[in-house]
């Protein structure tokens, strides 16, 4: 097993809605530079629990640690500080403005400038600039830098938000289901962003994800859940080839069609 | 292109403002008629702020124009009768009545903060009305117009002037407050404020600094609308008061720099030149403001924009949308979901 120390971790998070147990006593480590999946079928309590472990919603139970401190009640603006990076299913972006405007704001964030009224100096400017560079680059979108975001294919929107959510340079990366929706091409476009993540960046990475041929290309844990509950957790070689593994997908995709 | 076209713009506004003071008596219009479209286009401002780029459907806002009349007319009354500080009182006492309230709005978003809006907007004004000794109460305060320097007095024309310079200032603080990280940042918050906090930015926080912004726009229209008109009263704080900013905004544009003005400017030609044609005038507006919401949801002025049909945040009242934004805030989470 992976020595690396655990960086984020889970313990008894229960979060429901009205009467639904969304996530039902949750417990779930993360490593430091690992790449790690989050599968299941849909309603399964993915998102709930990126939502309860991102601070969109505070759970009702159980706690959440981030490298080491208790975040399980922090806003969820403040855990960005702590080196949380996320991203939604759809992409959650800033429509009306350009490329570049969208990364600026999380700049200036991580910069400590979002209150400034005045407009920055020539000296922050060209570090504003060199930053918002590297990240263009990094997913490769140099080209759409000036183009509102709203007239962007899904794929670039996509590329855009994993932009965003680098540019206040987080330590762990939380990706919803990063190539839903997308072709084939997009798809792997996101594929090598992902591994670059890791290999580039040395960042950690969570990820939700339908497609499996994602997982095994990348993962190197896997969690599964079903009804807010793990129900195998390990290396992608032995869960996917659970046979529980198969059934609870099934059984999920039986009970839609009936 | 763009920024050429809007420099075109504004030049051509900043000349139709310095020509009224002529234009104006040309067609048989009182130049007080121009300085009620500056101020009410400054009050609209304040909504702006709120509506036009963060996204909060701001229904208070007389209050705080209100507050800003009365302080201004108090302060001329009973200290030093000087125009220019009796303005800067009432600015201050408007961002403060902002200030104050603050508190209690910023976790609120969507309908729940327009109607505290509405609420906390109504309790000033039956301050205003109760408060007899200091205000006057129904029949409001009379104040003479204070002179500008040594005791030389202001006359209508002087007073548009005055109320233009005071108005030209504040455009060029909001066009260089909207440029700034601050202002960009604000209008992240008006257009996804999830992802805005999930960028690390404390949205509260911003919303209370818009309120402060917005109180002060709006103190200072109303400090200068009571020195205008000579008179301060309850009614100008009166939510139907508020509900006529936002028109203003709807009409002219939202997040516009200009749409304010361009929809205070038909308001106050509705209820002047219209009035003395028809009683009816308030249906013609109410008919127009109907047609922008429907058709044009970005103003008069939003006709060009390029994001053309996409209505702010705030008027798109997307279904289920509510929850989420309300959610993002971590506030009451619990209260939050069984709604969802």
């Not at chain 1, 990076?85 to 350009?98: D, L, N, V, Y």
């Not at chain 1, 762990?172 to 072709?183: H, Q, R, V």
């Not at chain 1, 990820?207 to 844990?221: G, I, S």
Request: charged letters at 15%; one cysteine or more; a positive charge.
């Amino acid at each position: 097993m992976s020595a690396a120390p655990v960086i984020l971790e889970a313990t008894g998070v229960r979060l429901a809605f009205g009467g639904v147990r969304a996530v039902d006593g949750v417990d779930l480590r993360v490593r430091e530079r690992e790449i790690a999946a989050l599968i299941g079928p849909n309603g399964a309590g993915k998102t709930s629990l990126f939502n309860a472990l991102t601070g969109f919603f505070y759970p009702d139970a159980g706690t959440v640690r981030f490298r080491g401190e208790d975040v399980t009640r922090m806003p969820n603006w403040q855990r960005i500080s702590r080196g949380i990076g996320r991203t939604f299913q759809s992409p959650s972006i800033f429509p009306e403005m350009s490329v570049a405007q969208n990364l600026t704001i999380g700049i200036q964030s991580s910069f400590r400038l979002s209150l400034s009224l005045r407009p920055p100096s020539a000296g922050r400017r060209r570090e504003l600039e060199a930053r918002l560079v590297e990240l263009l680059g990094f997913v490769k979108l140099e080209r759409l830098r000036d183009r509102q975001v709203a007239e962007l294919s899904h794929g670039d929107q996509r590329l855009v938000e994993i932009a965003m959510s680098l540019s206040t340079s987080p330590k762990l990366i939380m990706l919803d289901e990063p190539t839903a929706g997308l072709a084939e091409a997009d798809t792997s476009r996101i594929l090598s962003i992902v591994r670059d993540l890791h290999d580039r960046l040395g960042l950690t990475v969570l990820f939700v994800e339908h497609n499996m041929r994602f997982v095994a290309a990348l993962a190197q844990t896997v969690t599964m859940m079903d009804r807010g509950r793990v129900l195998l957790d390990g290396p992608p070689s032995v869960v996917l080839k659970d046979p529980r593994a198969r059934d609870a997908y099934l059984g999920a995709e039986e009970s839609v069609r009936a | 292109m763009r920024l050429r076209a809007n420099a075109v713009g504004t030049s051509l506004i900043a000349i139709v403002l310095l020509a009224l003071p002529w234009l104006l008596p040309a067609a048989k219009l009182n130049i007080s008629l121009g300085t009620t479209v500056l101020l009410f286009a400054l009050a609209a401002s304040s909504v702006n702020i709120l509506l036009g780029y963060t996204g909060l459907m701001a229904f208070g806002n007389a209050a705080f124009f209100g507050v800003g009349a009365y302080a201004s007319a108090l302060f001329a009354i009973h200290t030093v009768p000087s125009l220019l500080p009796a303005v800067a009182v009432g600015s201050i006492a408007g961002m403060l009545s902002a200030m104050l309230v603050g508190p209690f709005l910023i976790r609120r978003r969507g309908i729940y903060f327009s109607l505290l809006t509405i609420a906390f907007g109504q309790v000033y004004y039956f301050v205003a009305y109760r408060w007899n000794d200091m205000t006057g109460g129904e029949d409001g305060l009379t104040v003479q117009r204070p002179p500008l320097a040594a005791a030389k007095g202001v006359d209508d024309a002087q007073f548009y002037f005055f109320a233009l310079a005071i108005f030209a200032l504040f455009m060029v603080v909001l066009w260089y407050v909207l440029r700034s990280p601050f202002g960009l940042t604000l209008r992240a918050i008006g257009q996804n404020e999830v992802r805005a906090r999930y960028l690390g930015i404390d949205t509260n926080r911003f919303v209370y600094f818009a309120l402060t912004l917005s109180g002060l726009f709006a103190g200072t229209a109303g400090a200068l609308y009571s020195m205008s008109i000579n008179f301060a009263y309850p009614l100008l704080m009166d939510w139907h008061q508020s509900g006529d900013f936002v028109m203003m905004v709807v009409l002219g544009g939202t997040g516009t720099l200009w749409g304010p003005l361009v929809g205070a400017t038909i308001y106050a030609l509705g209820a002047n030149v219209l009035s003395s044609a028809t009683e009816a005038w308030q249906i013609a507006i109410g008919a127009l403001f109907v047609a922008c919401v429907l058709l044009f949801p970005r103003g008069l002025l939003g006709l060009g924009s390029r994001s053309g049909g996409a209505a702010p945040q705030s008027l798109a009242m997307e279904a289920g949308a509510e929850p989420v934004a309300l959610a993002a805030q971590g506030y009451e989470p619990v209260a939050q979901r069984d709604l969802g």
